[in-house]
């Protein structure tokens, strides 16, 4: 028989992890990685043949994509995927970002997936749920923070200059500054350890001996603060 078990403490965990798979998901798709120095959008010749500069605006950079804005275009700013290939990714590092940063989304992914059914089953092969689901979280925090901390060595590649001047370097972002995406992925990577060690907490409350008393009754729908 499926007991359906609700508590604050599992309803939490389920909620933030979910939280951090798409903050995660969402921040590694972004192109607002970096912004770089500010540049005209087009020139706009005057009536005695003269140049103005076009208003100004801020291109964005993010692991595989760009936003930049073209003259011959009247939509504004194009967006999209500057790799077509894993190769062309602006460097190695980035690669390697990438990498790290898929497979800890891939996990925070299964992770979400699996928390939403944690209501009904708290065990999977006579293991808790929870606390697999915790194990993967940490995991997959530490594939985060390696992505994340590989990701500034890349700010050296030719990519990056162009967007951000000739002193971009590794480490040193040049005249670019951070986009919302890096703090994203970074309060993402603080969330996602946090559930790992709130994942305890959601066992210990769906495990209690009010849950089980509870059970004994027959009860097959189990709501607990």
């Not at 305890?200 to 729908?221: H, M, N, P």
């Amino acid at each position: 028989m499926c007991h359906v078990i609700v508590t604050c403490r599992s309803m939490l965990w389920t909620l933030l992890s979910i939280v951090a798979a798409f903050g995660e998901l969402i921040a590694f798709m972004s192109t607002y990685w970096l912004v770089g120095v500010p540049r005209a959008s087009n020139a706009v010749i005057g009536p005695h043949g003269a140049t103005t500069a076009g208003e100004a605006y801020r291109p964005t950079l993010g692991i595989y994509g760009r936003c930049i804005k073209l003259p011959h275009l009247e939509r504004g700013v194009l967006c999209g995927p500057y790799a077509v290939h894993f190769g062309e990714i602006a460097s190695g590092f980035w690669q390697a970002t990438s990498i790290f940063l898929a497979a800890g989304i891939l996990l925070l992914c299964a992770v979400a997936f699996i928390s939403v059914f944690t209501m009904c089953f708290q065990s999977i092969m006579k293991k808790s749920i929870f606390n697999v689901c915790g194990l993967l979280q940490g995991i997959a925090g530490l594939f985060l923070i390696l992505g994340l901390m590989l990701y500034p060595a890349g700010w050296g590649s030719d990519k990056v200059q162009l967007y951000c001047g000739q002193d971009a370097a590794p480490y040193r972002a040049g005249l670019c500054s951070m986009g919302w995406a890096f703090y994203t992925a970074m309060g993402g990577t603080v969330l996602t350890f946090v559930c790992a060690v709130f994942s305890a907490q959601a066992e210990i409350a769906t495990s209690s001996d009010k849950v089980q008393e509870e059970i004994e009754e027959g009860k097959s729908l189990i709501c607990l603060l």
